[in-house]
């Protein structure tokens, strides 16, 4: 599974800014985003199965951002409202192993990662 993130850049805050994450080779069932700044580690942020359920969030993204998906493009994206100066990050695509369907905030459960994209929030 190879990933490829988009959609990263630099806006005031709150404003909206939404990411992209195209997969290619197997098709993942499980996605999700993380992000990381310097210093620190990678902050689980949301995860959607291909197969359907509810996605789940980060605690300090819930309400704000939206994960959803396009199983024909094999596409995951990030809606992300109302940013805030502390969501500036690195934010990484991952997904899970293809045989592995359940929903997962941890990010040993994720064998695949893109290159991260930057989002930057300014006040």
């Known amino acids: 599974v190879q990933l490829q993130a988009s959609g990263g850049g630099l806006v005031q805050a709150g404003v909206s800014l939404r990411l992209s994450c195209a997969a290619s080779?197997?098709?993942?069932?499980?996605m999700g985003w993380f992000r990381q700044t310097p210093g620190k580690e990678r902050e689980f942020v949301a995860a959607?199965?291909?197969?359907?359920?509810?996605?789940v969030y980060g605690d300090s993204v819930r309400g704000r951002f939206t994960i959803s998906r396009d199983n024909a493009k094999k596409a995951v994206y990030l809606q992300m409202n109302s940013l805030k100066p502390e969501d500036t990050a690195v934010y990484y695509c991952?997904?899970?192993?293809?045989?592995?369907?359940?929903?997962?905030?941890?990010?040993?459960?994720?064998?695949?990662w893109g290159q991260g994209t930057l989002v930057t929030v300014s006040s």
């Open positions: 080779g197997s098709s993942p069932n499980v």
């Open positions: 959607i199965s291909w197969s359907g359920g509810s996605p």
């Open positions: 991952a997904a899970r192993p293809p045989q592995f369907t359940v929903l997962t905030r941890t990010t040993r459960g994720y064998s695949y």
